[in-house]
Structures are given as C-alpha cells and as structure tokens.
C-alpha cells in the first residue's frame, strides 16, 4: 500500500474567520492525541478531499505540517456542512505506528446469491453491520473486510462478529455476538402472515363483542346500568 501523505500549514484564523479560510479553497484541520498539545492547522482543500477518499477512516495520512514535522495520523471526525455537504473540518489523530489502535472497519457481503437459504426465492440475505470494530497496529488495519455469505444454509442462518475471518495482525475489539447477516423470509411473505395475523385477531375480537352484546340482552339490565 503506497503511503498517503498531506501537506498542512500552521492555522492562525479561528472561529468566523474560518469562513473566509474556506471560500479560498482552504479547509480548517485539527491535530490531537499521543499525550502532545493539539495544533490547529489547514490545509487546501482538493488535496483534503483527495486524501480523504483514498484513506477512509481506516488507512494512516502522514501529515507534513510545512516548517514542522512529519506525523502519522488517522481521521477521526469529518464535519460537514448541513445543506451542501462541504467539508467544513476534519480531526486527525496521531497514532505511534508501533501501538494497535481501535477502530471500524467497512464491511462489505459477497456470495448472497450463492446462499443455499435465498435459494428459488424462500429468503434473503440482510445486513444488519455495516462496520465491524477490530484492533490492530495502524499500517495493519485493512480498508474493508470481506464477508462471504455463500454458507448461509436456512431461514434464521447468520453470521456474526466473532464468526468473521479477520486478516493476520488484527483482532476482534467489539462483541462477537453481534450480527453481521442473515438470511430472512423475503419482505412479501413477511407482510403477508402480517396482515393475516392482524385479521384473525379482528375476527375473534368481533365474535366476543357479539357474544357480550348477546349476554347482556338475555340479562336484561345491560341498558338499564
């Protein structure tokens, strides 16, 4: 994997002046972590965008802060705006590439067709993590991880966390428990036996409401109380 790197400089505007930062094509970052005072800096902002997209959260960005040094960092937190979606900030941590971090990493389901449960029609495969939270040492953490959903066999089959093979140098940090797919009754069937269960119970409701009517007839002092 080629090294991604990003040229900052040191940020001397804050707060409203930001603005103006970014109508010149100049995007605010910060830098934290490792126990070291955090730096505010900047950075241009296609070259921001273009890092961005070939890192993703999970890949290391070597800031090369102009003046500075040279510091190997992962994103943390990408601020965009409410209404255009601009990039209006971006958190970078330092990480010692000796030391395993935390973090999510992409999941991505292949071989769903393949699943013997999906087969003419009687389920399909659903997603229910679309990331999975694994540890490892930075240049070890992988841009995604492939799940294979060719074993699924049956209705109610599943995958979970501690079930998915994980790359050499990464391990498991969130709960094994957790469910990445499975394999359910398609969404037609399910809304079917819905509207089904919902009638039965409209027609006893109304078979004892005319039961009770019938009773306080007989009565006799049903209208009277």
Same mark, same amino acid.
């Given at each position: 994997?080629? !090294?991604?790197?990003?040229?900052?400089?040191?940020?001397?505007?804050?707060?409203k002046?930001?603005?103006?930062?970014?109508r010149?094509?100049?995007?605010?970052?910060?830098?934290?972590g490792?126990?070291?005072?955090?730096?505010?800096? =900047?950075?241009?902002?296609?070259?921001?965008?273009?890092?961005l997209?070939?890192?993703?959260?999970?890949?290391?960005?070597?800031?090369?802060?102009?003046?500075?040094?040279?510091?190997?960092?992962?994103?943390?937190?990408?601020?965009?705006h409410a209404?255009s979606?601009?990039?209006?900030?971006v958190?970078?941590?330092r990480v010692?590439i000796? =030391?395993?971090?935390?973090?999510?990493?992409?999941?991505?389901?292949?071989?769903?067709?393949?699943?013997?449960?999906?087969?003419?029609?009687a389920?399909?495969?659903? =997603?229910?993590?679309?990331?999975?939270?694994?540890?490892?040492?930075?240049?070890?953490?992988?841009?995604?991880?492939?799940?294979?959903?060719?074993?699924?066999?049956?209705?109610?089959?599943?995958?979970?966390?501690?079930?998915?093979?994980?790359p !050499?140098?990464?391990?498991?940090?969130?709960?094994?428990d957790?469910?990445i !797919?499975?394999?359910?009754?398609?969404?037609v069937?399910?809304?079917?036996?819905?509207?089904a269960?919902v009638?039965?119970?409209?027609?006893?409701?109304?078979e004892? *409401?005319?039961?009770?009517? #019938?009773? *306080?007839?007989?009565?006799? *002092?049903?209208? #009277?109380?």
């Amino acid at each position: 994997m080629d !090294a991604i790197t990003l040229k900052a400089e040191v940020r001397t505007a804050f707060g409203k002046k930001n603005r103006a930062l970014r109508r010149q094509g100049i995007t605010p970052i910060h830098l934290y972590g490792l126990n070291e005072d955090s730096e505010s800096l =900047q950075a241009a902002e296609t070259e921001l965008r273009s890092t961005l997209r070939a890192a993703g959260r999970t890949t290391p960005v070597t800031l090369k802060v102009v003046g500075g040094k040279e510091t190997v960092t992962i994103v943390r937190e990408i601020a965009r705006h409410a209404v255009s979606g601009d990039i209006q900030h971006v958190d970078f941590q330092r990480v010692d590439i000796q =030391q395993e971090v935390e973090t999510p990493v992409p999941i991505t389901l292949v071989g769903q067709e393949d699943a013997p449960g999906t087969a003419g029609g009687a389920g399909v495969v659903t =997603q229910g993590s679309f990331d999975i939270l694994v540890r490892a040492k930075p240049f070890d953490v992988p841009n995604e991880i492939i799940v294979d959903c060719s074993g699924l066999a049956e209705i109610d089959s599943s995958i979970l966390a501690g079930e998915v093979p994980l790359p !050499a140098g990464v391990t498991l940090a969130g709960s094994p428990d957790d469910r990445i !797919a499975w394999v359910q009754p398609p969404r037609v069937t399910a809304d079917e036996d819905l509207v089904a269960a919902v009638e039965g119970e409209e027609g006893v409701e109304g078979e004892d *409401s005319e039961d009770a009517v #019938e009773s *306080s007839d007989d009565g006799g *002092s049903g209208e #009277e109380e």
